[in-house]
């Protein structure tokens, strides 16, 4: 019995570093990620995308593995007063924190701890960030201590990076795009043939992967959300004994966009 159940869980809004699809646009990303974390020359490094490409998953999937090659922070809400971001410095270090001091005293006493230790920060949402924190951001990766990888949306980087600040700084500019068809049928089969469930990835063809593709748009997020209604479905179907929905069909599709919003009655 195919074990519909189970395969929900893959497309649950989580990490399971283990696994990285390598999408084309992703693929090119973490290349340029493995090759630039870590190195001081490069202290300020961009991901821009449309919400919901999977900027938030190469971030988490590239700082687990950067902590096993040095320090490594990922705060997945930007900040919004730098004794946060301080505060996350000093428990990295075990260095008891007083909220108290002057930001001199903590430029002071982190440059001391890290010294040695180059730090790469992995910052989510960092479209939030206003412009005053951002010139600390720079201000920090001014002393070759620490590397910034700030993930945000498409056209909020794009007038970041025109900013007189920005033009003339060193850094990497790294865009994410959508899923084609093909890519999404080879997530689908890849995925579910490497956690043994076979028989559910042989269900899909480049048909449904090409309905999946019209209707989340190539969008990584809406493509997950799709595929965890899809399965929810099929398991209901199979419990029940409903044959006609037993496999996959265009009425199951459609019921799948339906249940998530993507089209209307």
Request: proline share 3%; net charge neutral.
């Amino acid at each position: 019995m195919r074990d519909f159940e189970a395969a929900k869980e893959f497309f649950k809004d989580t990490v399971d570093p283990s696994f990285y699809f390598d999408s084309m646009s992703a693929e090119i990303a973490r290349n340029k990620l493995s090759i630039s974390i870590g190195d001081p020359l490069i202290p300020l490094i961009f991901i821009m995308g449309d919400p919901g490409v999977g900027k938030s998953h190469i971030m988490r999937v590239m700082h687990y593995s950067a902590m096993r090659n040095g320090a490594s922070i990922l705060i997945e809400h930007p900040f919004f007063d730098p004794r946060d971001l301080f505060k996350e410095l000093y428990e990295a270090r075990e260095m008891p924190f007083d909220k108290n001091k002057s930001q001199g005293e903590f430029l002071d006493e982190l440059f001391e701890a890290y010294v040695g230790t180059f730090c790469t920060i992995f910052i989510d949402e960092a479209q939030l960030l206003n412009d005053e924190q951002f010139e600390f951001l720079r201000i920090l990766s001014d002393t070759k201590l620490f590397q910034f990888v700030l993930a945000m949306h498409k056209d909020e980087g794009r007038a970041l990076l025109a900013k007189k600040q920005f033009k003339t700084r060193t850094k990497l500019v790294i865009e994410y795009g959508n899923l084609e068809e093909n890519e999404i049928l080879r997530y689908i089969h890849t995925l579910f043939m490497g956690h043994t469930h076979g028989e559910i990835a042989l269900m899909f063809t480049k048909n449904e992967a090409r309905v999946i593709a019209r209707y989340a748009k190539g969008n990584f997020r809406m493509i997950k959300k799709f595929l965890y209604t899809l399965m929810k479905l099929l398991d209901y179907a199979q419990k029940k004994g409903l044959s006609k929905y037993r496999k996959l069909n265009s009425c199951l599709l459609t019921m799948a966009a339906l249940d998530i919003g993507l089209i209307h009655d």
